[in-house]
């Protein structure tokens, strides 16, 4: 195995049958080498720094039923909420004030917040806070509304293909296409948006083929950030008795992202913090350089649950970003308060 790990450290590309092969064979000493690989790509190209980007959950409304996931149409017993522009602008003067310089604005599918609203809500960020970056995670859209929200301001888009496995894609997201999710990638890179891909690992029914299907499609995609955590079962979705994805084998994800991708930028999961105490803190060690603590209002954070048992729904925004700070710290990293481009996109 060392020989393909050197191979990826150098060359940063291996075959999907390469990669499926790393990962069936992985074992303790591959593993140490693989992280070390990954951690020395990543002080390359980020020193020290860990990037912070202060997420607002707005709205938990959503018209999609995927099976996994705990805010899908048919959980009846989710508790709806959305946040009005007001009290997202709150969240962000909040955040502001503690020194983020990014807002990740993340929903469910919400026909409330149709094209007009959300260009509303981009321009009233941007005009309020202009040294700041606009990240949408809104889900699937046409063509014309990504060009709308850019043409607004909007910097960056996340959208995980969630799995590059189309039996497994399909399976999972009932009424929607897997061709759609990949166009929508494609058309959110060309419009010029910082773009973020991503997956579950874990998932019931995933293979390590599927795994190195994922790895591939992120080197053809490119994106400049890629979402990678464990799937944690909801027990009110179809999927919520099967067993959930390993911190070990997250970790080896990302850090083989961190190989394939050296420069993008790879967030540490609340996930992964839900799933082990020191989970987060992991994932800056295989690779990642940035995190996303919650701006959300304490009293919606639990209504955002995607998974069971998620973590930090209780924490003042400053509490989180204190204590987020100190475990950066502790496992040898630094804040780094600023915007946080993507180098290819960097003023
Ligand atoms: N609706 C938007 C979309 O589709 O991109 C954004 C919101 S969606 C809840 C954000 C991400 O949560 C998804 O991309 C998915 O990977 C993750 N997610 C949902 N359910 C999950 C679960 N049970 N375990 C882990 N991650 C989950
Ligand atoms: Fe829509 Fe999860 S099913 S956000």
Same mark, same amino acid.
């Given at each position: 195995?060392?020989?393909?790990?050197?191979?990826?450290?150098?060359?940063?590309?291996?075959?999907?049958?390469?990669?499926?092969?790393?990962?069936?064979?992985?074992?303790?000493?591959?593993?140490?080498?693989?992280? @070390?690989?990954?951690? #020395?790509?990543?002080?390359?190209?980020?020193?020290?720094?860990?990037?912070?980007?202060?997420?607002?959950?707005?709205?938990?409304?959503?018209?999609?039923?995927?099976?996994?996931?705990?805010?899908?149409?048919?959980?009846?017993?989710? @508790?709806?909420?959305?946040?009005?522009?007001?009290?997202? *602008?709150?969240?962000?003067? @909040?955040?502001?004030?503690?020194?983020?310089?990014?807002?990740?604005?993340?929903?469910?599918?919400?026909?409330?917040?149709?094209?007009?609203?959300?260009?509303? *809500?981009?321009?009233?960020?941007?005009?309020?806070?202009?040294?700041?970056?606009?990240?949408?995670?809104?889900?699937?859209?046409?063509?014309?509304?990504?060009?709308?929200?850019?043409?607004?301001?909007?910097?960056?888009? *996340?959208?995980?293909?969630?799995?590059?496995? =189309?039996?497994?894609?399909?399976?999972?997201?009932?009424?929607?296409?897997?061709?759609?999710?990949?166009?929508?990638?494609?058309?959110? =890179?060309?419009?010029?948006?910082?773009?973020?891909?991503?997956?579950?690992?874990?998932?019931?029914?995933?293979?390590?083929?599927?795994?190195?299907?994922?790895?591939?499609?992120?080197?053809?995609?490119?994106?400049? #950030?890629?979402?990678?955590?464990?799937?944690?079962?909801?027990?009110?979705?179809?999927?919520?008795?099967?067993?959930?994805?390993?911190?070990? =084998?997250?970790?080896? #994800?990302?850090?083989?992202?961190?190989?394939?991708?050296?420069?993008?930028?790879?967030?540490?999961?609340?996930?992964?913090?839900?799933?082990?105490?020191?989970?987060?803190?992991?994932?800056?060690?295989?690779?990642?350089?940035?995190?996303?603590?919650?701006?959300?209002?304490?009293?919606?954070?639990?209504?955002?649950?995607?998974?069971?048992?998620?973590?930090?729904?209780?924490?003042?925004?400053?509490?989180?970003? =204190?204590?987020?700070?100190?475990?950066?710290?502790?496992?040898?990293?630094?804040?780094?308060?600023?915007?946080?481009?993507?180098?290819?996109?960097?003023?």
């Amino acid at each position: 195995m060392k020989t393909l790990l050197d191979k990826l450290y150098i060359e940063n590309d291996l075959s999907e049958r390469e990669l499926a092969l790393l990962l069936q064979n992985m074992d303790s000493e591959s593993e140490k080498q693989l992280f @070390e690989y990954s951690s #020395m790509l990543k002080t390359k190209h980020y020193g020290k720094s860990v990037y912070m980007r202060g997420l607002i959950e707005f709205t938990n409304f959503c018209k999609q039923d995927c099976l996994y996931c705990g805010i899908r149409r048919s959980n009846s017993n989710a @508790e709806r909420y959305r946040l009005s522009k007001e009290e997202i *602008l709150r969240c962000c003067e @909040e955040g502001h004030v503690l020194g983020y310089r990014t807002f990740v604005l993340q929903g469910g599918e919400d026909s409330h917040y149709d094209d007009s609203k959300i260009i509303d *809500l981009i321009k009233l960020i941007k005009s309020n806070f202009p040294d700041s970056a606009v990240t949408l995670s809104i889900g699937e859209k046409s063509f014309e509304s990504y060009k709308s929200y850019y043409d607004a301001g909007a910097d960056r888009y *996340l959208l995980r293909h969630e799995t590059a496995s =189309k039996r497994l894609y399909e399976q999972l997201h009932p009424g929607m296409s897997f061709e759609n999710r990949i166009n929508c990638l494609k058309n959110l =890179k060309k419009i010029g948006f910082q773009t973020g891909a991503g997956f579950m690992v874990g998932l019931p029914g995933q293979t390590n083929e599927d795994l190195a299907k994922d790895l591939v499609f992120l080197k053809e995609v490119k994106p400049e #950030m890629v979402g990678i955590g464990p799937y944690i079962p909801h027990p009110n979705t179809p999927i919520g008795k099967n067993s959930g994805g390993s911190l070990e =084998k997250t970790l080896i #994800m990302l850090a083989l992202a961190r190989l394939l991708l050296p420069d993008v930028l790879l967030p540490s999961t609340t996930a992964l913090g839900t799933i082990d105490p020191l989970g987060r803190e992991k994932a800056l060690n295989a690779g990642a350089n940035v995190v996303m603590p919650n701006l959300s209002p304490t009293n919606m954070r639990k209504k955002y649950e995607l998974y069971a048992d998620k973590i930090c729904t209780g924490d003042e925004a400053a509490h989180c970003r =204190k204590c987020i700070e100190g475990r950066i710290n502790r496992a040898g990293f630094e804040v780094d308060m600023s915007r946080g481009d993507h180098p290819s996109k960097q003023a």
